[in-house]
Every structure is written in structure tokens, then in C-alpha cells.
């Protein structure tokens, strides 16, 4: 697996995943709306922790400098 994040990109990823997943667990957010915020949240801090993303890579895309 090749990292295709740059280092800001992991970290908006990270910090956005944090976010999203209180939003869903926390109780802000209700119903089907704190579901996909707490998957999308799991997403983001997963790719964001690996430095791949899979649609990047889909699309032949990277924010990383070579």
C-alpha cells in the first residue's frame, strides 16, 4: 500500500473524523444522521491514520509531493 496523503491531508482527515464521530456518539446528531456521521467519521480517521485513501488511488490521485 503506497501513501497517497500529504501530511495536511491527514491531518484534516484525522481532525474531521474526531469531529464527526462525537457528533455521532455525543448525541448532537440523531437517527440515521448520527449513523453515517459516525461511519464517515471512522472512514476519515482511518485514511487519515494510514496516509491511503482508496478512491485517491481509484482515480489516480495524491496529495503527497514526490
Given at each position: ?22 457528533l ?40 503527497l509531493?514526490?
Amino acid at each position: 500500500m503506497k501513501l497517497n496523503e500529504s501530511n495536511i491531508d491527514r491531518m484534516v482527515r484525522v481532525v474531521a473524523g474526531i469531529a464527526l464521530i462525537f457528533l455521532g456518539v455525543g448525541g448532537t446528531l440523531s437517527g440515521t444522521t448520527a449513523i453515517v456521521a459516525g461511519v464517515l467519521g471512522v472512514i476519515l480517521l482511518l485514511t487519515g491514520a494510514a496516509g491511503f485513501c482508496p478512491l485517491y488511488a481509484l482515480f489516480k490521485l495524491s496529495t503527497l509531493k514526490k
